[in-house]
């Protein structure tokens, strides 16, 4: 987005916002000083520019010719008590692209600008209604696809997040403040931070930091799906696995060996989580350069998975689990791996022992189920077992969520900024050298709410957003 030079906010500006296409009903969005007499000049009804603000009125919009093109209902909020903190006209018509489109030519003849992607947000922003932090989680909030996800973006817009991070930064302004007290009576060396006492204050503030840093591996998981590599050797039914947890034909099913020869992702939801599977390619020896390319892309998807399916077909020869897990086991050091063994409709009691046996020893770590993907038996006890190897609580969607690599990226140079001053303060370096650690720690705080920041980053951030929003 190109950076907004004054005049550029002063406009009024337009946009649909609700999804494009056909509906039952649209909303065009319409906010800035001008917002109510512009409306007013396609509007018969009442009068706009009267009426209270946070009220819905019945109406019809007319064109330059008198002609009706829709009836309506306009609802009117007053800044700065709307979302954008400037007047507002929120118009719903009929759904219809063509009276959507003539709705938003007219607002533009009558003297408005169609919103930039993100604009109204910004704007809501620039005006103080939310700071950067809760701006993006408007974004979150649309795009959340399970109840976590949306959880947490919703804990996040309301200001959550923002209220811990202001906490942060009041107590190292009144640690900085006195630090540089001591400055100007840096001649009759008088004390005014009680050193020990600043100490536990960094200590506590460093904790604090480096749990909402860590908490970004579970918040990106919720955010973007959990990524879950089923792996094995080929025709162990991985495929048919990934097609019957999605309800859906998704990958090439067939007998023959190395059908999938590259990574096939999807994401569905269970227990309120979002979970992307990557069915993989059959790990075995072979002398195929595409297969042996598809068998060398599993291992990557391995290493970047949270969890690990290790399909096993049961009717094979057991000595290939070793072999087997040997390329695997390595690879899950601190991954959740499970163990399924497969075709359990074709393997009796005795057979299934054995097999459990042989898993136990060569995966020890690995949790152990089995299943018949093609006859669809187990399969849900296993999304059960999926739901809890993500470990997610409802302790967890309650608490402070880090989702946004930006933040996350900002509170890890924070926490390196804190520990500087931690290990100043325990040193008994000069308090100008720990004063300015502690300041570069408010700095990145504050690039996180918006305290601090640039014309390019907002850029960078609201052109991300849809136009209505």
């Excluded at 001008?34 to 209270?52: C, F, N, R």
């Excluded at 219809?96 to 938003?104: D, G, K, N, P, R």
């Excluded at 999304?383 to 967890?396: I, Q, S, T």
């Excluded at 900024?417 to 931690?422: D, M, V």
Aim: hydrophobic fraction near 45%.
């Amino acid at each position: 987005m190109e950076q907004l030079t004054k005049k550029h906010t002063e406009d009024t500006i337009c946009a649909i916002s609700t999804p494009a296409g056909a509906g039952g009903i649209a909303v065009i969005r319409v906010s800035g000083a001008q917002a109510l007499e512009t409306v007013m000049k396609s509007w018969k009804g009442a009068d706009l520019t009267a009426v209270k603000s946070h009220t819905a009125h019945l109406g019809r919009i007319v064109d330059a010719g008198g002609e009706t093109l829709d009836e309506v209902v306009a609802t009117v909020f007053r800044g700065p008590k709307s979302f954008t903190g400037e007047d507002v006209v929120e118009i719903s018509c009929h759904g219809s692209t063509w009276i959507q489109q003539q709705l938003v030519a007219l607002l533009i003849d009558n003297g408005c600008r169609a919103a930039e992607g993100g604009e109204f947000t910004r704007r809501a922003f620039m005006n103080g209604r939310l700071d950067l932090s809760m701006a993006e989680a408007v974004a979150d909030v649309i795009a959340s696809n399970s109840r976590a996800s949306h959880r947490i973006a919703i804990s996040q817009m309301r200001g959550g997040f923002s209220r811990m991070l202001s906490s942060l930064r009041e107590q190292l302004l009144e640690f900085v403040s006195l630090m540089e007290l001591e400055l100007d009576f840096s001649e009759e060396e008088v004390e005014f931070a009680d050193r020990t006492r600043l100490i536990e204050l960094a200590e506590n503030i460093h904790g604090v930091i480096s749990r909402l840093a860590d908490s970004f591996s579970v918040g990106n998981a919720i955010k973007n799906g959990f990524p879950v590599a089923i792996v094995g050797e080929p025709n162990a039914g991985k495929s048919t696995l990934l097609n019957r947890l999605l309800h859906d034909d998704k990958a090439l099913v067939s007998d023959i060996r190395g059908t999938t020869r590259d990574v096939i992702e999807d994401t569905i939801v269970l227990g309120g989580l979002t979970f992307r599977f990557i069915d993989t390619a059959g790990i075995r020896e072979t002398s195929d350069t595409i297969e042996t390319m598809g068998i060398e892309r599993t291992f990557k998807k391995l290493d970047e998975a949270s969890i690990i399916l290790w399909m096993i077909d049961g009717t094979q020869p057991l000595e290939n689990i070793p072999a087997v897990a040997a390329d695997i086991v390595p690879r899950c050091e601190g991954k959740h791996l499970i163990a399924v063994i497969n075709k359990m409709d074709s393997i009796d009691s005795q057979r299934l022992a054995q097999l459990r046996a042989t898993v136990s020893e060569a995966a020890p770590e690995a949790a152990i189920i089995e299943i018949s993907a093609k006859q669809d038996i187990a399969v849900a006890q296993l999304e059960k077992m999926l739901v809890e190897a993500a470990n997610v609580h409802e302790a967890d969607l309650n608490a402070v969520v880090v989702t946004n690599a930006r933040h996350y990226d900002a509170l890890r140079h924070a926490d390196e900024a804190i520990l500087r001053a931690l290990d100043g303060l325990r040193a008994g370096i000069s308090g100008d050298f720990v004063s300015q650690d502690i300041r570069e720690c408010m700095h990145f705080l504050g690039e996180i709410t918006g305290e601090i920041t640039t014309h390019e980053v907002l850029g960078s951030i609201f052109s991300r957003f849809c136009i209505g929003k």
